[in-house]
T-cell receptor, first 114, second 114 residues
Framework: KQEVTQIPAALSVPEGENLVLNCSFT??????LQWFRQDPGKGLTSLLL?????REQTSGRLNASLDKSSGRSTLYIAASQPGDSATYLC?????????????FGPGTRLSVLP | EPEVTQTPSHQVTQMGQEVILRCVPI?????FYWYRQILGQKVEFLVS????????KSEIFDDQFSVERPDGSNFTLKIRSTKLEDSAMYFC????????????FGSGTRLTVV
C-alpha cells in the first residue's frame, strides 16, 4: 500500500528566502506525482504535475523534481512571499487506476513572514 | 476561471441521519471524485466516477456511501446513516481527462455529525 510522507511538517521563513519541501513515497511504481496548495477554508489548488517519466516541472517561482527510483520529490520555492503561506500537499497516483486517484501526504505548513 | 462548486459549505447533522453533499463539477469535465479530510489528518480518496458509474472506490467507501449524477450538472455524495466519525471536510473534484491532469477541487463541505 502506497504511503506518502512529507518533511518538514511545518516551516517558517522570512520573506525572500528560497526553500525546499520534501516528499517521500514507498512504492516507486507511480503514474504521476502532483503538488497541491491548500489554503484554510478553501479547496486544493494544483501547482505542478510530474509524469513518472519526467524529472522535473517548473511554473514561475516553483520547481518540482522527481526521483522515482528513490521515491522522492522536492518542491523548490524561490524568493518566497507572504502570499505563499499555505499548506503544501504532495500526492501520488498509480498505474492501477491510470493516474486518476491520488494518495496524499500529510502536508507541510509554510509560513512566510514579512 | 471555471470552478467546482460545493454546497453547503457547512452542514451539521444528527448521528443516524442521512445527508447529501452536492457538487457542480466544471461543465466539460468527464471524471468526478470525492475525497475527505478528517480534521488534522490526510486527504483521503473516497470514490471516482466516470461514464455514469463508479470507476474506483476506497475501503472507506462502504455501503453507507453512494454517489449519483442525477442530471447533467450535479454530482452528489450521500451518506445514509451518519456516524460521529464521518465528521470531516468533503472535497469534490473533477477533471476533463484521466491521468490526473486538470484536476480541480471544490472548496469543500464541512460535515459535522453530533
Amino acid at each position: 500500500k502506497q504511503e506518502v510522507t512529507q518533511i518538514p511538517a511545518a516551516l517558517s521563513v522570512p520573506e525572500g528566502e528560497n526553500l525546499v519541501l520534501n516528499c517521500s513515497f514507498t512504492d516507486s511504481a507511480i503514474y504521476n506525482l502532483q503538488w497541491f496548495r491548500q489554503d484554510p477554508g478553501k479547496g486544493l489548488t494544483s501547482l505542478l504535475l510530474i509524469q513518472s517519466s519526467q524529472r522535473e516541472q517548473t511554473s514561475g517561482r516553483l520547481n518540482a523534481s522527481l526521483d522515482k527510483s528513490s521515491g522522492r520529490s522536492t518542491l523548490y520555492i524561490a524568493a518566497s512571499q507572504p502570499g505563499d503561506s499555505a499548506t503544501y500537499l504532495c500526492a501520488v497516483s498509480s498505474w492501477d487506476n491510470y493516474g486518476q486517484n491520488f494518495v496524499f501526504g500529510p502536508g507541510t505548513r509554510l509560513s512566510v513572514l514579512p | 476561471e471555471p470552478e467546482v462548486t460545493q454546497t453547503p459549505s457547512h452542514q451539521v447533522t444528527q448521528m443516524g441521519q442521512e445527508v447529501i453533499l452536492r457538487c457542480v463539477p466544471i461543465s466539460n469535465h468527464l471524471y468526478f471524485y470525492w475525497y475527505r479530510q478528517i480534521l488534522g489528518q490526510k486527504v483521503e480518496f473516497l470514490v471516482s466516477f466516470y461514464n455514469n458509474e463508479i470507476s474506483e472506490k476506497s475501503e472507506i467507501f462502504d455501503d453507507q456511501f453512494s454517489v449519483e449524477r442525477p442530471d447533467g450538472s450535479n454530482f452528489t455524495l450521500k451518506i445514509r446513516s451518519t456516524k460521529l466519525e464521518d465528521s470531516a471536510m468533503y472535497f469534490c473534484a473533477s477533471s476533463n481527462t484521466g491521468g490526473g491532469y486538470g484536476y480541480t477541487f471544490g472548496s469543500g463541505t464541512r460535515l459535522t455529525v453530533v
